[in-house]
């Protein structure tokens, strides 16, 4: 398989005056094109961290991370917010759609933003929204929609820009059991169709079913890595 993105002796130090916490340390890994990756951990264990690392939302104290080649920790803060929008995409927990602009405007607006035209734009989260099942409600409001209706607005929002990487943090904690159980399965359909890397953080075991991998975190350290296989997964249970 071809490795996307490298991560090779990363740690993250933040200085809080008279206390140094150590929220990565020494963290080394290899993420493929296309797979569909879940990082597990409970509050306090690095994930949220390594998350915003990968998505260039912050970089390391130490250690370098590399995506398709390129070395993050060489890009200045312009350059990241380029490659930002250019390569990922983000789901949020909280969905984080704008209140008075529907479907197709919460879709459009950010591509409109890295230049494309308007009407390419309309098309394009046209076509994004219809993938994932928003077809009849594109000019929705999303106090108009469900939970799992924003959610898929969200989801189409980061695929509009064909980005190699979707970063998927929480996205199933709003979300009862059933809806969340969609947007799982749409996510894993979407990896496979589409050929784009999903890294998940979360702690929704339901997430691990659809994962092909599964990067557990303890104290900022790697724990352990296992494919989806060598998991036993039961109601209530994983082991």
């Known amino acids: 398989m071809e490795t996307l993105i490298e991560i090779r002796n990363v740690s993250k130090v933040f200085d809080l005056g008279k206390i140094k916490v150590h929220a990565l340390r020494d963290m080394d890994l290899d993420i493929f094109r296309g797979e569909y990756l879940s990082i597990m951990g409970p509050s306090g264990s690095g994930k949220s961290t390594l998350f915003n690392m990968i998505g260039a939302l912050d970089r390391p104290t130490g250690g370098t991370i590399k995506v398709a080649g390129v070395s993050l920790s060489d890009l200045s803060s312009r350059e990241l917010a380029y490659f930002r929008g250019k390569h990922i995409g983000y789901v949020f927990q909280q969905f984080n759609l704008l209140p008075a602009y529907n479907a197709i405007e919460n879709v459009s607006m950010p591509l ?128």
């Open 112 to 239: 409109t933003f890295n230049g494309w035209p308007q009407q390419k734009a309309h098309d394009r989260a046209c076509d994004v929204l219809t993938k994932v099942g928003l077809g009849h409600r594109l000019t929705h409001r999303p106090d108009e929609l469900s939970g799992g209706q924003q959610q898929r607005v969200a989801i189409a929002r980061a695929l509009a820009n064909e980005p190699a990487i979707i970063l998927a943090d929480e996205p199933t904690g709003n979300l009862d059991l059933h809806t969340g159980e969609e947007i799982i399965q749409l996510l894993s359909a979407l990896s496979r169709e589409l050929g784009v890397t999903v890294i998940s953080a979360t702690h929704d075991h339901k997430m691990l079913a659809t994962s092909d991998r599964i990067l557990w975190i303890k104290d900022g350290r790697k724990d352990r890595l296992q494919r989806r296989e060598e998991l036993n997964i039961r109601v209530g249970k994983v082991s």
